[in-house]
């Protein structure tokens, strides 16, 4: 009797449990669906930091094409140089928020990173700083008239001409205040996070203020199937000769077969990106990786276990991954967010094909040289990822890619801009009934026999 009661409360417990949970999962799809995007702040459409960020919250997100990213707020010391400051990025979903006064320190940043990695509240010195600036001084975000912010061209002759002083962006800029308000609800002082744009300043970068939360973009990325055909894009040309050569050295080419150490090359990666002021690359802060949290892995992990993501992925002959990407998956809407590459897996080949004169070249130069072409191989590799997923989704007559935020990498892709209303309305031409994808192993197209991509060319 004694054990039959037993065993019957820990049915009962976990009946309990399973309710509890079931519960919390939906105040989460409540709170999100609570989420204003009129209300959206920036460039980006912040909405707010909550609720936390869980697969059933994300799941719930997707569907109303939310986006789960990071706001970050610089520290100006005027108008004038806010204004100036954010016309030298060209991407619009890359610019921040504003507030003016005491720019953090590199040693706030730090504190900061610390206090993440131990799950703690932010440092009350950085709590102080931000009330100080932001909840005194107001955040701002900076909006334009006369320029096709969509377009990357656009956008880089804009900001090319007021770094040269031939423009003048007060022209064109027209400064626009967060309500107080939704500053002290949205940006709670204990969940602050300061980390460093290497793409601005001198090294190592310039510090800033972060909140992670929900996002309504005020534009989103596309890239159509159509527009990756080797026949009409010569960027798809050489991406898929590229591929060729190295299925014929053996790297294959499949899907979701090592989500978790995608996750785990996306942790390390080390990337870099172009000085703003100063035009040379720079390696990004660390503390601006996200895969770095072990527990933001795990969701990821938990979301493709649930069928909710997937990963494009080039093998080496090896076996051993060494490029591709991770996205979500909503209904018929395929999302690849992040690239992945391994340069560190092309050097072997690189230094193997160096010429006698390179070989030569000073110790420093010669490492430059050799890690510049080892990263343009292994992002070639993610290109073809993009190449495969396209395919894959021309065949099942999905007619798009949601690229969410355009970089320069998807723009090189065919990716563009277009407002979120023509997003929305895009989206609707999508099935409700689920399409089967086939997500075999892929093989690029052999011009001897390009109607069988079922064997290897010869």
């Given at each position: 009797m004694g054990k039959s009661f037993l065993v019957l409360l820990a049915i009962l417990s976990s009946f309990q449990l399973t309710n509890a949970e079931e519960n919390k999962c939906n105040d989460l799809i409540t709170q999100i669906n609570k989420l204003d995007p009129d209300v959206g702040q920036g460039w980006r459409g912040f909405m707010s930091p909550k609720p936390a960020y869980t697969p059933e919250s994300n799941d719930a997100a997707e569907a109303r094409f939310f986006m789960y990213w990071r706001q970050n707020v610089y520290v100006a010391k005027s108008v004038e140089d806010i204004i100036r400051h954010d016309a030298l990025q060209n991407n619009i979903l890359i610019k921040g928020m504003y507030t003016i006064g005491e720019r953090p320190s590199l040693e706030m940043v730090k504190d900061s990173l610390n206090a993440r990695k131990s799950k703690a509240p932010t440092p009350i010195e950085i709590q102080k700083l931000f009330f100080n600036t932001a909840y005194k001084n107001g955040v701002y975000w900076v909006d334009y008239e006369g320029i096709d912010v969509t377009s990357f061209e656009a956008m880089q002759a804009f900001a090319k001409g007021v770094k040269e002083g031939t423009l003048d962006p007060l022209k064109h800029a027209r400064l626009k205040e967060v309500d107080p308000q939704f500053v002290i609800?949205?940006?709670?002082?204990?969940?602050?996070?300061?980390?460093?744009?290497?793409?601005?300043?001198?090294?190592?970068?310039?510090?800033?203020?972060?909140?992670?939360?929900?996002?309504?973009?005020?534009?989103?990325?596309?890239?159509?199937?159509?527009?990756?055909?080797?026949?009409?894009?010569?960027?798809?040309?050489?991406?898929?000769?590229?591929?060729?050569?190295?299925?014929?050295?053996?790297?294959?080419?499949?899907?979701?077969?090592?989500?978790?150490?995608?996750?785990?090359?996306?942790?390390?990666?080390?990337?870099?990106?172009?000085?703003?002021?100063?035009?040379?690359?720079?390696?990004?802060?660390?503390?601006?990786?996200?895969?770095?949290?072990?527990?933001?892995?795990?969701?990821?992990?938990?979301?493709?276990?649930?069928?909710?993501?997937?990963?494009?992925?080039?093998?080496?002959?090896?076996?051993?991954?060494?490029?591709?990407?991770?996205?979500?998956?909503?209904?018929?809407?395929?999302?690849?967010?992040?690239?992945?590459?391994?340069?560190?897996?092309?050097?072997?080949?690189?230094?193997?094909?160096?010429?006698?004169?390179?070989?030569?070249?000073?110790?420093?130069?010669?490492?430059?040289?050799?890690?510049?072409?080892?990263?343009?191989?292994?992002?070639?590799?993610?290109?073809?990822?993009?190449?495969?997923?396209?395919?894959?989704?021309?065949?099942?007559?999905?007619?798009?890619?949601?690229?969410?935020?355009?970089?320069?990498?998807?723009?090189?892709?065919?990716?563009?801009?277009?407002?979120?209303?023509?997003?929305?309305?895009?989206?609707?031409?999508?099935?409700?009934?689920?399409?089967?994808?086939?997500?075999?192993?892929?093989?690029?197209?052999?011009?001897?026999?390009?109607?069988?991509?079922?064997?290897?060319?010869?």
């Open positions: 609800e949205n940006f709670p002082l204990d969940k602050l996070l300061l980390a460093v744009d290497a793409a601005r300043g001198s090294a190592p970068g310039e510090p800033l203020f972060s909140i992670e939360g929900w996002f309504a973009p005020r534009y989103r990325g596309i890239l159509m199937v159509d527009s990756t055909d080797p026949k009409k894009s010569s960027t798809y040309d050489k991406v898929e000769s590229t591929a060729r050569t190295l299925y014929k050295r053996g790297f294959r080419f499949v899907f979701s077969s090592n989500y978790a150490e995608a996750l785990n090359i996306l942790s390390k990666q080390e990337r870099s990106e172009p000085n703003l002021e100063t035009g040379n690359r720079v390696v990004k802060d660390p503390s601006t990786n996200r895969f770095l949290d072990a527990a933001f892995r795990e969701k990821q992990l938990e979301i493709f276990n649930k069928g909710l993501a997937l990963s494009g992925e080039v093998l080496g002959p090896d076996g051993q991954l060494v490029g591709g990407f991770i996205g979500t998956i909503k209904d018929n809407r395929y999302s690849p967010n992040t690239v992945f590459y391994n340069s560190a897996y092309f050097i072997p080949e690189v230094k193997a094909t160096l010429t006698k004169e390179e070989n030569e070249l000073p110790t420093q130069e010669l490492k430059t040289l050799i890690e510049k072409r080892a990263s343009a191989k292994a992002l070639m590799t993610a290109k073809i990822s993009m190449r495969m997923l396209a395919e894959k989704l021309s065949k099942a007559k999905i007619p798009f890619i949601e690229a969410g935020m355009v970089t320069n990498f998807t723009n090189t892709m065919n990716a563009h801009y277009i407002p979120r209303a023509q997003y929305e309305e895009l989206m609707k031409t999508l099935p409700d009934q689920k399409i089967e994808v086939d997500f075999s192993e892929w093989v690029p197209v052999f011009p001897e026999n390009p109607n069988n991509k079922n064997k290897k060319g010869k």
